[in-house]
């Protein structure tokens, strides 16, 4: 347990409050204790959390949000302080927005999943005497695996205040996006096991290389734009203009207009480019273009009223990089 010692006095908590707590005595104080302590033998005790051992003393009061109690002979050398009144941020409890718990679990079973994915297509694709068209599959969860997580870390590393469960983006993007990619696991998995021919058409190494460029280069513009924008990106685009919004037009975004919508786009084609999924791949085009056509001049009407002809001549000078979207 660790311990502090203070000669004026002046108690001052440890720095180790990984401690476990001691459980209450249900016994009741001796007579030496009894005039050292203010608190009755019928007192609840406060809840077990965090305590340290502070200086010197023989009394009990409250201080701040910490109960001070004398030890049980009554002497005192030490204080032990319980913070019966702890704040705490609720949403960081279980099942709050923030569970530190949920966000355990999450990035453990995508590192669960991301792991057995690598390998399996190590496995199908390389380790086989004959390798296996199924290697599709795997390879394209664990695409997914690595694009989920670095959504999380990105907001948590430099948008920490917006970082919450449903940063990872695994259960809250609607069903469209679910449809998506279980469309996209039939392709893989049908062609692969009765259309194998349709599979490998037009699929070669110089496909494979365009499709792996495309993921890498949209994952790694995503991920930089919302590390560059902080705390002004959102996944959800603001209806109304909050205090220390800025535009960004520095690094990417003085190359690319919504770069992670360039980098959403490109990474999902690519997905479906190195699997091979030929109507996927179009669909996906298809669907994106649509979708992000849409988003853009919707939220670049926001834009206009936060900040105005500097946006319109940002808008002017600057591309989408997603194709006929200007």
């Known amino acids: 347990m660790a311990r502090t010692r203070n000669s004026s006095n002046t108690a001052r908590p440890s720095q180790n409050s990984n401690v476990p707590c001691p459980e209450p005595d249900p016994s009741p104080p001796s007579s030496s204790s009894t005039s050292a302590s203010t ?11 965090p305590y340290a051992v502070l200086g010197t003393g023989n009394e009990s009061r409250h201080l701040g949000h910490f109960e001070h109690t004398p030890n049980a002979q009554g002497l005192a050398p030490e204080i032990i302080v319980r913070a019966s009144a ?18 355990a679990a999450h990035a453990f079973v995508i590192g669960l999943v991301l792991s057995a994915s690598l390998i ?5 694709a390389y380790l086989r005497a ?14 997914l695996c690595i694009f989920h997580f670095l959504e999380f870390y990105t907001t948590a590393r430099w948008n920490t205040a917006s970082a919450k469960v449903s940063s990872f983006l695994l259960f809250g993007n609607g069903a469209a996006y679910n449809v998506a990619h279980g469309t996209a696991m039939c392709e893989i998995l049908i062609t692969a096991f009765l259309f194998p021919k349709w599979q490998s058409a037009f699929a070669n190494a110089g496909t494979l290389a365009a499709g792996i460029t495309m993921v890498v280069v949209g994952q790694a513009v995503r991920s930089v734009a919302m590390a560059q924008a902080g705390t002004n990106f959102n ?25 992670s919508y360039f980098g959403f786009f490109w990474w999902a084609v690519g997905t479906q480019v190195v699997v091979g999924n030929k109507l996927c791949a179009l669909g996906y085009a298809y669907v994106l273009w649509e979708f992000f056509d849409k988003r853009i001049k919707s939220e670049e009407k926001s834009l206009v009223e936060f900040f105005g002809s500097a946006y319109e001549e940002y808008r002017a000078q600057t591309p989408t990089g997603i194709p006929f979207i200007r």
């Open 120 to 124: 399996s297509t190590l496995y199908f």
């Open 130 to 143: 004959e390798p296996h068209p199924i290697w599709r599959a795997p390879e394209f969860i664990a695409t």
């Open 39 to 49: 608190s009755s033998s019928t007192s609840t005790s406060p809840p077990c959390l």
């Open 86 to 103: 702890y704040p705490t941020d609720s949403t960081l409890c279980a099942n709050g927005l923030r569970s530190l718990s949920s966000i």
């Open 235 to 259: 996944h959800i685009p603001a209806q109304e203009k909050k205090e220390g919004h800025e535009l960004v037009t520095h690094g990417v975004y003085g190359w690319l207009r919504h770069p």
